[in-house]
């Protein structure tokens, strides 16, 4: 009486209550809204795969509470004393970034985030304090997955260690 499309989406969602380190709370309730459980089912597949996409991020712009979208953002890694540029990219309509680093790259290191919250503010017409964020960080285990996201207002942002 199942598809095996729903017999999947259950069994992922068995696996997700007994490892829920592996996606938050948020992120679950905004995959469910979303209409495509085709999109739902691959995200739980690329979850349950090898660590491919090891490192996400996310700008959510509190002041609209809406996803900051077309944010440059570009990963370095800290490599023979020196930054290294590993890629960059905009945060996408949910305000999203991932596939910045692949597994085989990310290993034990500092790495930095920059985050042109400038760029994001003059397309909006608006001001920000903060002409750009730079979040560093220490990946000890680089088998795990972190999600390392901005809460933004033009006056104000917090960042944390999501998985
Ligand atoms: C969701 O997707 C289904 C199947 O593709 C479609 O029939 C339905 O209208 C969609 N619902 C919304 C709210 O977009
Ligand atoms: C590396 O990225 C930063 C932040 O986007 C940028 O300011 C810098 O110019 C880049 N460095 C190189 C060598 O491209």
Redesign the pocket.
């Known amino acids: 009486m199942f598809s095996p499309a729903w017999s999947l989406v259950c069994f992922a969602l068995f696996f997700l209550m007994d490892h829920p380190s592996q996606l938050e709370s948020t992120e679950i309730t905004e995959r469910t809204e979303r209409n495509s459980s085709q999109e739902f089912t691959s995200s739980v597949s690329s979850i349950m795969s090898a660590n491919e996409n090891p490192l996400t991020s996310h700008v959510l712009d509190t002041a609209i509470g809406r996803p900051a979208v077309g944010v ?1 953002v ?1 990963l ?1 890694k800290y490599e023979n004393d020196q ?3 590993i890629s ?1 990219q905009l945060t996408n309509s949910d305000g999203r970034v991932g596939n910045m680093i692949s597994s085989e790259e990310f290993s034990s290191s500092r790495y930095k985030l ?1 985050f ?1 919250t400038l760029s994001y503010y003059d397309s909006r017409g608006e001001k920000t304090f903060y002409p ?1 964020i730079e979040v560093i960080f220490e990946i000890e285990t680089p088998e795990e997955h972190f999600h390392v996201p901005i809460l933004l207002s033009a006056y104000r942002f917090s960042t944390y260690r999501g998985s």
């Open positions: 440059p570009t370095s930054w290294r540029n960059k920059t042109e750009y």
